[in-house]
């Protein structure tokens, strides 16, 4: 076993499949400040430096290797991840979505044919030990090569980026959210699936034989075809439903709910009840419970940066979408409480300090920006200025919404004019970045925000040219909100790992729950209201990361509660 301390501020590591591991330390520009080591127990190594020393690990993904070194025992401080540091790079550069693992950012280095990604582990597929991404290497490459060649270019072309420090935070906090996200899985969401099943029941009814739907949705299907003369119809399926209302004089679009309640139909109300019980059947019901709850956990594997945002994605169980009629299930263990803590109205907050926007900041204050933002621009309603605000920040026309922005042109203008900049530069196909560099994808690449639709698809039109400029729009409307969610998901990642750091160093008290902009922490009672305190410091220490001495404030609501529900 080595001892002592380790020289230098980061330090690359391999592991092997039989435990042990190599590693070598680096300086601040990757460059070795000593020889390669080989450990035999790289899970000892890593504890014994982290006491020591606390340094910045450097792997190739924090995915494939922290989870083995955390279930050992082996918590970090800091880590580089070269993995999602990589994807930052690419994106940059115009070439968002290419291969980011180490095996592709070594070819594209040394000129050969870049090889495509793994397959992201899951579940079913597991590496061995600490058998990690390294190994889709070609043949006869060094794993602890590639890495300090890769690494070491990765640092040269941050220091080229135009906001070189802007863009080392980006890395810092994408990476320490790969921590998080690896820690929460592990830890787990309190839940209790004697009370989940006892909330099915209660919404959904008997569980029926297999393959038929609960009682209650088996009645309600019963009662829209009676609302439809006794057609017979399954109301889980769109064509059908369509058809039925067809048949009743209504020519429908689609069948969402927006859809729905501006039609004058006895079936509408039974509708939308079977559309909010069959949804939570579907993606929270008892097969959901079964494959995700165990031993009083819920713990499902959170993707960071899984949406071109920046914000989070889960691979499976539906964590960032838990219906609000099942969270009475989130209760925290005896002697326990869960701290909820939401950010408020953070977009608008982020907008009015990417833009220093000093007017905007005092309208917002601590409290409702809405409310503020109406008191200073829309006579008292809060309504007007909410739509106004969102308009601007989403791009909406339509619906009355032009003298609402012109107004806020008129009193906001250095917001306005950076949202509305964004815009131009995305319908010219430019590409446009976070505050701290996250690159949106270029105009070839259709994607939307929440990374699950096209958002700017040309719309039909027997012209070209038009077809081109409803594109040309769509995508400005696009680049407009990149830039403020982006910034958002940034704001809120350093959040994350200041609050991590305070927690750890707290004792009893865990991040259990992340989702863009609302965080839970489950802890020892007697902690509750220090972890309260740790959340607004946290909130404050992001606030000064990103945007130095602004006058913006960024409150974060923090509820102690014994369950999630009463949390709202």
Same mark, same amino acid.
């Given at each position: 076993?080595?001892?002592?301390?380790?020289?230098?501020?980061?330090?690359?590591?391999?592991?092997?499949?039989?435990?042990?591991?190599?590693?070598?330390?680096?300086?601040?520009?990757?460059?070795?400040?000593?020889?390669?080591?080989?450990?035999?127990?790289?899970?000892?190594?890593?504890?014994?430096?982290?006491?020591?020393?606390?340094?910045?690990?450097?792997?190739?993904?924090?995915?494939?290797?922290?989870?083995?070194?955390?279930?050992?025992?082996?918590?970090?401080?800091?880590?580089?991840?070269?993995?999602?540091?990589?994807?930052?790079?690419?994106?940059?550069?115009?070439?968002?979505?290419?291969?980011?693992?180490?095996?592709?950012?070594?070819?594209?280095?040394?000129?050969?044919?870049?090889?495509?990604?793994?397959?992201?582990?899951?579940?079913?597929?597991?590496?061995?030990?600490?058998?990690?991404?390294?190994?889709?290497?070609?043949?006869?490459?060094?794993?602890?090569?590639?890495?300090?060649?890769?690494?070491?270019?990765?640092?040269?072309?941050?220091?080229?980026?135009?906001?070189?420090?802007?863009?080392?935070?980006?890395?810092?906090?994408?990476?320490?959210?790969?921590?998080?996200?690896?820690?929460?899985?592990?830890?787990?969401?309190?839940?209790?699936?004697?009370?989940?099943?006892?909330?099915?029941?209660?919404?959904?009814?008997?569980?029926?034989?297999?393959?038929?739907?609960?009682?209650?949705?088996?009645?309600?299907?019963?009662?829209?075809?009676?609302?439809?003369?006794?057609?017979?119809?399954?109301?889980?399926?769109?064509?059908?439903?369509?058809?039925?209302?067809?048949?009743?004089?209504?020519?429908?679009?689609?069948?969402?709910?927006?859809?729905?309640?501006?039609?004058?139909?006895?079936?509408?109300?039974?509708?939308?009840?079977?559309?909010?019980?069959?949804?939570?059947?579907?993606?929270?019901?008892?097969?959901?419970?079964?494959?995700?709850?165990?031993?009083?956990?819920?713990?499902?594997?959170?993707?960071?940066?899984?949406?071109?945002?920046?914000?989070?994605?889960?691979?499976?169980?539906?964590?960032?979408?838990?219906?609000?009629?099942?969270?009475?299930?989130?209760?925290?263990?005896?002697?326990?409480?869960?701290?909820? %803590?939401?950010?408020?109205?953070?977009?608008?907050? /982020?907008?009015? !300090?990417? *833009? #220093?926007?000093?007017? &905007? +900041?005092?309208? $917002?204050?601590?409290?409702?920006?809405?409310?503020?933002?109406?008191?200073?621009?829309?006579?008292?309603?809060?309504?007007?200025?909410?739509?106004?605000?969102?308009?601007?920040?989403?791009?909406?026309?339509?619906?009355?919404?032009?003298?609402?922005?012109?107004?806020?042109?008129?009193?906001?203008?250095?917001?306005?004019?950076?949202?509305?900049?964004?815009?131009?530069?995305?319908?010219?196909?430019?590409?446009?970045?976070?505050?701290?560099?996250?690159?949106?994808?270029?105009?070839?690449?259709?994607?939307?925000?929440?990374?699950?639709?096209?958002?700017?698809?040309?719309?039909?039109?027997?012209?070209?040219?038009?077809?081109?400029?409803?594109?040309?729009? %769509?995508?400005?409307?696009?680049?407009?909100?990149? /830039?403020?969610? !982006?910034? *958002? #998901?940034?704001?809120? &990642? +350093?959040?994350? $790992?200041?609050?991590?750091?305070?927690?750890?160093?707290?004792?009893?008290?865990?991040?259990?729950?992340?989702?863009?902009?609302?965080?839970?922490?489950?802890?020892?009672?007697?902690?509750?209201?220090?972890?309260?305190?740790?959340?607004?410091?946290?909130?404050?220490?992001?606030?000064?990361?990103?945007?130095?001495?602004?006058?913006?404030?960024?409150?974060?609501?923090?509820?102690?509660?014994?369950?999630?529900?009463?949390?709202?």
């Amino acid at each position: 076993m080595v001892t002592g301390t380790i020289a230098g501020v980061r330090v690359a590591l391999v592991g092997t499949a039989d435990g042990g591991g190599l590693v070598c330390p680096l300086a601040e520009d990757g460059s070795a400040a000593g020889p390669v080591l080989r450990v035999p127990d790289l899970v000892a190594a890593v504890r014994e430096w982290e006491h020591t020393d606390r340094p910045r690990w450097v792997w190739a993904s924090t995915a494939e290797i922290y989870p083995k070194l955390l279930a050992a025992g082996a918590r970090v401080d800091r880590c580089h991840d070269v993995e999602l540091t990589e994807a930052l790079l690419s994106g940059h550069a115009g070439r968002w979505g290419e291969p980011r693992g180490l095996g592709a950012a070594l070819a594209r280095l040394r000129g050969w044919p870049v090889p495509p990604d793994p397959p992201a582990r899951t579940k079913e597929l597991q590496p061995t030990l600490f058998e990690t991404g390294e190994t889709a290497l070609p043949g006869g490459v060094d794993p602890m090569d590639a890495l300090l060649e890769v690494h070491a270019d990765q640092q040269r072309r941050i220091a080229g980026v135009a906001l070189p420090g802007r863009f080392r935070l980006l890395v810092a906090a994408e990476s320490a959210g790969a921590l998080i996200a690896v820690e929460m899985g592990r830890t787990g969401l309190p839940w209790r699936a004697d009370v989940h099943d006892a909330l099915l029941l209660e919404m959904l009814g008997s569980r029926s034989a297999a393959g038929a739907p609960p009682r209650r949705l088996g009645e309600l299907a019963e009662r829209i075809s009676q609302a439809f003369g006794d057609h017979k119809l399954h109301p889980d399926s769109p064509a059908e439903v369509l058809r039925a209302f067809a048949r009743a004089g209504f020519k429908l679009s689609s069948t969402r709910s927006w859809v729905l309640r501006g039609v004058d139909h006895p079936a509408v109300p039974l509708l939308l009840e079977y559309k909010e019980l069959y949804r939570i059947h579907v993606a929270h019901g008892w097969s959901w419970l079964a494959s995700w709850v165990h031993g009083g956990r819920f713990r499902p594997e959170y993707v960071p940066g899984g949406v071109v945002s920046g914000r989070w994605a889960t691979r499976g169980g539906g964590a960032l979408q838990i219906p609000r009629k099942v969270r009475g299930a989130v209760i925290a263990d005896e002697g326990w409480k869960l701290v909820v %803590a939401d950010a408020s109205q953070l977009e608008p907050r /982020v907008l009015a !300090a990417m *833009a #220093a926007d000093h007017r &905007l +900041a005092a309208a $917002a204050g601590d409290g409702d920006l809405y409310a503020a933002l109406a008191a200073d621009a829309f006579d008292g309603d809060r309504a007007r200025a909410k739509l106004g605000m969102l308009g601007a920040l989403y791009g909406q026309t339509s619906g009355g919404i032009g003298p609402l922005l012109a107004t806020l042109r008129q009193r906001f203008p250095a917001a306005m004019g950076y949202v509305e900049h964004a815009a131009q530069l995305g319908e010219s196909g430019a590409l446009v970045r976070s505050y701290l560099g996250r690159t949106c994808p270029p105009a070839s690449v259709s994607v939307s925000l929440e990374g699950s639709e096209p958002a700017f698809e040309a719309a039909e039109s027997p012209s070209d040219d038009r077809k081109a400029l409803s594109a040309a729009r %769509a995508r400005g409307r696009f680049t407009r909100n990149f /830039v403020v969610q !982006a910034t *958002a #998901a940034e704001w809120a &990642l +350093a959040m994350l $790992a200041s609050l991590r750091a305070t927690l750890h160093d707290m004792g009893e008290a865990d991040l259990v729950f992340f989702q863009h902009d609302e965080v839970i922490v489950h802890c020892a009672a007697g902690n509750a209201d220090k972890v309260v305190t740790a959340v607004h410091d946290a909130a404050v220490t992001a606030t000064r990361l990103l945007f130095g001495d602004t006058p913006v404030r960024f409150p974060l609501e923090a509820k102690i509660v014994d369950c999630y529900a009463d949390a709202k």
